[in-house]
C-alpha cells in the first residue's frame, strides 16, 4: 500500500472513530461591519457554487409577525429587494441572496421567528413559526405525544427554509415523503405596491382548500416571507431499523419493489465496492420496547483537526491522481460505519451505543440526526465537518429525482461507466455513494411530477475553482445522464448551477400556476434575484455563467476545450455511454480519443 493509502486509511478510521461528545455549533451565516447594515450573507459552507459573495445593506430580525409585516412593508414602500434568511442556511445554491442592485438589498432573518403557536391534540395539528428548526419542531411536537411523518434526516434546517425548497425524508407510502405534502395551513408576509391599512405589506392567510397553498408549499422563497406554518402530524409512533448488507448485482431490479414495501426505506449504494445497503425500516406501535436514537456519524460533531487531515490526504489523492488511495480510504470508511450501526443507538443513555439490529425508537428520536448543531461551543476543537471556519469538508452535491420507471436503466448506465472505471466513484463513496430515497410526484406546483428515486451524490470540491476533480468526466456524464437523458428533477435546495437548466419544460403548465401566483403576491418582483430568475426561466437569466473552467464547476456543459482545463490535459469530449454528454476528460496522449471529441460548439 502507498503511503498516501496507507495514510487515508488510518485518518479516515480516526474520523469516525474518535468523535467526542462536544461541539461547535455552525457561526453565523450573516456577517456586517457595522450593526445590523453592511453585510455579507453565505450559506452554512461558506461558499455559492459560483464562489460569489452576497452583500447586502442591512439584516433585520423581526420575533414576532407584526415585525416581519413592518419590516417586509418598510422594503417595499422603498422598493428594496428582499429574502429571508434562516439561522444556518443550509441550501447550497444561491437562493437567499437578494436581487435588484448589488449590496443594496435587505434579509430578514426568521431566526427568532421561532416559536410553537398552538396545537390541537385532537386533530394532531400544530401551528409553528417558520424559523423553527426541524429538531425544535420535532421536540415540541413530542411533547405533545406528536409526530411528524416525514423529514429531512437534517435536523439544522428550518420548516420555512426546509418546504421553500421540497425537501424530504424517504417514502413511496401515502403521500410520501416531502414534508410540503403534510402542510395543512400557512401565513405569509407579502409585499404591496399600494398601503394596505398603513402598510405595503399583508398577511396572507391560506388553508387546505385555497389553491395558492400549492405555490406557497414549495415556494423557493420567491412569494413573500412565511410567518407560520400549519402540519398534520399524527400519534407518536416507533420505527424498527434494519440495515442490510448485499452485493450489488441486478440490485436495479428491486429498487421499486423495496420502495413498494418498506415505508422509510432508502438504499445506500456504493458502486466501487458493488455493496447495497437496504434500510428495512418499518411503523411499529408506540407500546414496542425500544429506546433507540439516531445520532448519525457524519452529522456527529468531529475532531477538526482529524477532519481537516482526512481532508488534506484527499486533495493529496486528487493531486496525485490516486485514485486507488481513496478506494482504501472508502473501503474504510465503509466498514467502520457499518460496524457503528451508522451511528444508531439502540438505548439512548445506554453504555454501549450499537447493540446490534433492529434499532428501534420514537419517531421524533429515529428520522433525523444533527448533533453536531448541539452542545456547548468548545473554540472549534470539533464542529459539524463542513463548516467553513476550518479547513474541513468541501463538496459538490449533486441530487437529482428520477423517476421509477427510468430507474433501473439509469443504474444499469452508471454501472456501465463504471465497469470501465473501477476506481472512478470511490471519491463519492466516501460521501454515503449514491443514497437513494423515494420521494412521490405532487400537487405542489414546484415539486415532483412524478414518484421518483432521488439521488444524492457527494463528492470532491476543490477549493480553486479551476482545479479538475480525479475522474471529472465520470461524473459529468452521470450528472447530465441524470438531468437529460433519464429527465430527472433537481433538488432546489442543493446541486451547482446546470441542474437546473430547462426547468420551465420539466415543470410544465405547474410552472405557468406557480407564476400566476407569483404575479399576484410579489407583482414587483422584490422577492426574487437573478438566481430564482434563472432557474424558473425568467427575464432572460440563465443559471450557465460560461468562462474558462466553468464545467468544472458545473457552472456550464462544455462545447469547448477551455471551459475545461486543458493546460492541465483536461478537453471537452463526448459521453462514454451517455453519447450526448459533454465532459471534461483527462486525454492522456494528444492523439487519443479523436473519435470522442466533442464538435466544437
Ligand atoms: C447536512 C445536510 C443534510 C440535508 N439533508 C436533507 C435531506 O435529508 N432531505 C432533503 O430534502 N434535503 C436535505 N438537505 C437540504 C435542505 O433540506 C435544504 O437545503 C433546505 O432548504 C435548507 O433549509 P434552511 O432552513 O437551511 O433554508 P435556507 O437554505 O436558508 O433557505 C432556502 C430558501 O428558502 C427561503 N426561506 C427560508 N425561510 C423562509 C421563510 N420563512 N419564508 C420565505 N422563504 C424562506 C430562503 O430565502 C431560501 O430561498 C440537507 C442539507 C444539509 C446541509
Ligand atoms: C456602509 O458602507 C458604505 C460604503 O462602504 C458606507 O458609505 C456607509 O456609511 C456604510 N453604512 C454603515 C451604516 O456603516
Ligand atoms: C429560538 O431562538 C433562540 C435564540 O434566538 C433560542 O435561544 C431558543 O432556544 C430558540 N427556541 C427554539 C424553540 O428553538
Ligand atoms: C416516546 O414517545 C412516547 C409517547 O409520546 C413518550 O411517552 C416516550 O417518553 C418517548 N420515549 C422517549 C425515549 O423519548
Ligand atoms: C423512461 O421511462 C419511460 C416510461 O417507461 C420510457 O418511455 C422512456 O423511454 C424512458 N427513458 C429512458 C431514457 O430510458
Ligand atoms: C402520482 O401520485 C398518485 C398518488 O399520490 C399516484 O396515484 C399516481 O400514480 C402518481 N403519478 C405518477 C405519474 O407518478
Redesign the pocket.
Known amino acids: 500500500m502507498s503511503p498516501v493509502a496507507s495514510l487515508a486509511v488510518l485518518l479516515s478510521t480516526l474520523s469516525v472513530t474518535l468523535l467526542l461528545v462536544r461541539g461547535s455549533p455552525p457561526g453565523p451565516v450573516v456577517v456586517c461591519r457595522s450593526g445590523n447594515a453592511n453585510c455579507t450573507v453565505t450559506n452554512a459552507y461558506g461558499a455559492f457554487p459560483d464562489r460569489s459573495t452576497c452583500t447586502v445593506a442591512a439584516v433585520t430580525y423581526p420575533s414576532t409577525e407584526q415585525e416581519l409585516l413592518i419590516a417586509v412593508s418598510g422594503a417595499s414602500a422603498k422598493k428594496q429587494h428582499m429574502k429571508a434568511v434562516t439561522v444556518y442556511a443550509h441550501s447550497m445554491p444561491k437562493l437567499t441572496c437578494p436581487g435588484g442592485p448589488g449590496g443594496q438589498g435587505l434579509v430578514i432573518s426568521t431566526s427568532r421567528l421561532n416559536r410553537t403557536v398552538s396545537v390541537d391534540v385532537a386533530l394532531a395539528r400544530m401551528t409553528f413559526e417558520a424559523g423553527i428548526t426541524l429538531r425544535a419542531l420535532l421536540d415540541a411536537a413530542a411533547a405533545s405525544g406528536l409526530a411528524l411523518p416525514h423529514s429531512p434526516y437534517w435536523q439544522g434546517v428550518t420548516l420555512g427554509g426546509l418546504l421553500s425548497t421540497g425537501s424530504h425524508g424517504s417514502s413511496a407510502f401515502g403521500k410520501g415523503s416531502a414534508v410540503h405534502e403534510y402542510v395543512v395551513g400557512m401565513r405569509l408576509v407579502v409585499p404591496s405596491p399600494v398601503a394596505v391599512d398603513g402598510y405595503y405589506a399583508k398577511i396572507i392567510s391560506l388553508d387546505e382548500e385555497d389553491e395558492e397553498l400549492l405555490a406557497a408549499k414549495v415556494s423557493l422563497g420567491v412569494l413573500g416571507v412565511i410567518s407560520q406554518v400549519t402540519l398534520q402530524l399524527e400519534p407518536m409512533f416507533k420505527r424498527s431499523v434494519t440495515n442490510r448488507i448485499v452485493t450489488d448485482v441486478a440490485f436495479e431490479q428491486t429498487i421499486s419493489s423495496f420502495a413498494a414495501t418498506t415505508p422509510y426505506g432508502d438504499i445506500i449504494w456504493y458502486p466501487s465496492q458493488a455493496k447495497v445497503v437496504y434500510r428495512d425500516d418499518f411503523k411499529l406501535p408506540i407500546t414496542s420496547q425500544g429506546q433507540g436514537l439516531n445520532d448519525f456519524l457524519g452529522f456527529r460533531a468531529q475532531s477538526t483537526l482529524v477532519i481537516a487531515a482526512t481532508r488534506a490526504t484527499e486533495e493529496l489523492s486528487e493531486l496525485t491522481g490516486d485514485a486507488n488511495g481513496k478506494c482504501a480510504q472508502s473501503v474504510i470508511q465503509v466498514s467502520t460505519l457499518t460496524l457503528a450501526g451508522m451511528g444508531l443507538k439502540n438505548n439512548n443513555g445506554g453504555l454501549i451505543d450499537f447493540t446490534g439490529y433492529p434499532v428501534i425508537g420514537n419517531q421524533s428520536d429515529m428520522m433525523s440526526a444533527g448533533s453536531c448543531l448541539r452542545s456547548a461551543p468548545d473554540g472549534l476543537l470539533t464542529a459539524c465537518g463542513w463548516d467553513p471556519r476550518f479547513r474541513g469538508l468541501f463538496y459538490h452535491q449533486t441530487t437529482i429525482s428520477i423517476?421509477f420507471?427510468?430507474i433501473t436503466?439509469?443504474v444499469a448506465d452508471v454501472k456501465q461507466l463504471r465497469d470501465a472505471n473501477p476506481s472512478a466513484l470511490c471519491g463519492t463513496e466516501l460521501y454515503l455513494g449514491f443514497f437513494m430515497r423515494f420521494v412521490r410526484n405532487s400537487t405542489a406546483f414546484l415539486g415532483k411530477t412524478e414518484d421518483a428515486v432521488d439521488i444524492d451524490i457527494t463528492y470532491y470540491r476543490s477549493r480553486d475553482p479551476l482545479q479538475p476533480r480525479l475522474f471529472e468526466d465520470v461524473l459529468e456524464e452521470i450528472e447530465q445522464m441524470a438531468l437529460f437523458?433519464?429527465?430527472g428533477m433537481p433538488h432546489w435546495g442543493k446541486n451547482r448551477n446546470i441542474a437546473f437548466l430547462g426547468m420551465r419544460d420539466k415543470l410544465g403548465a405547474k410552472l405557468d400556476k406557480f407564476l400566476d401566483v407569483m404575479q399576484r403576491y410579489d407583482s414587483e418582483g422584490l422577492f426574487s434575484s437573478d438566481w430564482s430568475d434563472a432557474v424558473l426561466g425568467l427575464n432572460g437569466k440563465e443559471v450557465v455563467v460560461e468562462g474558462e473552467g466553468c464545467a468544472l464547476e458545473g457552472l456550464c456543459i462544455c462545447s469547448i476545450d477551455d471551459h475545461c482545463a486543458p493546460g492541465q490535459g483536461y478537453y471537452c469530449r463526448a459521453g462514454h455511454v451517455y453519447g450526448e454528454a459533454r465532459v471534461c476528460r483527462k486525454v492522456e496522449t494528444s492523439v487519443e480519443d479523436n473519435d470522442g471529441r466533442a464538435e466544437s460548439a
Request: glycine share 12%.
Open positions: 423517476p420507471a427510468n436503466g439509469f437523458k433519464y429527465n
